[in-house]
């Protein structure tokens, strides 16, 4: 399990929940792995308690088992929830993008195409962690400049974290990764304010799990219910 400093207002159980859906998300805790509340203590500096109570979240969005007398086993990969969870995603992502091609003033997207920058050199380099990193960073970004901030932060506690794992499995299994074309055709439709294409093109981003499901699940066949 890979462990980030605790971050400065944050509570032991904040903390914990925040390590164990990284670790999750990035398969440090591969599906189907068990998961002991000591050990994850011990790991973050923290008592067993706030760990138990970040697992009994985590086991209410399925993602984690909790099965008594034996510890907590991460849930194998149910692609029925994966799409539940981008259907989740896809309904507020689209609609903030026709949001800002619909703002009485032109958002400022340079942050975003620096983003998107940042992405092509770390394709080029091969680096799977940073490419995931900064493409959560682009989507908390267009929310940002929505002014739906508070939406964000909704989804990303939920059920996203089902989606959010084949995520990065993806960016794994896949040679040809189309994340930067996505981002740059996003980013353009925004910029011509065209918001039934920013709509579709947000739509094709958020759906490409599907047709990279063969090679994800050739590369990572033990991980699927």
Request: include cysteine; proline fraction near 3%.
């Amino acid at each position: 399990m890979h462990v980030e400093p605790r971050q400065g207002r944050e509570t032991a159980r904040e903390y914990a929940l925040r390590q164990l859906k990284e670790n999750i998300i990035s398969l440090q805790l591969e599906p189907g792995s068990m998961v002991s509340e000591n050990e994850v203590a011990a790991q973050l500096g923290i008592s067993r308690t706030p760990v138990r109570e970040a697992l009994i979240e985590l086991s209410r969005v399925n993602i984690v088992e909790i099965l008594p007398q034996k510890g907590s086993r991460i849930m194998l990969i149910d692609y029925a929830l994966v799409e539940e969870s981008r259907f989740l995603r896809l309904v507020l992502e689209r609609e903030v993008a026709k949001v800002l091609c619909t703002m009485e003033e032109i958002p400022d997207l340079s942050f975003l195409e620096e983003i998107i920058r940042l992405q092509s050199f770390y394709i080029e380099h091969s680096n799977p962690e940073k490419l995931l990193e900064l493409d959560n960073q682009f989507h908390a970004l267009l929310f940002q400049l929505a002014n739906k901030v508070q939406c964000y932060g909704w989804m990303i506690e939920g059920l996203t974290i089902h989606f959010d794992r084949v995520r990065a499995m993806s960016l794994n299994a896949i040679k040809d990764i189309k994340i930067v074309n996505d981002h740059q055709a996003i980013a353009e439709a925004i910029k011509q304010r065209d918001a039934e294409l920013a709509g579709q093109l947000m739509e094709e981003h958020l759906s490409r799990y599907k047709i990279d499901e063969s090679a994800i699940r050739e590369k990572y066949p033990t991980y699927f219910r």
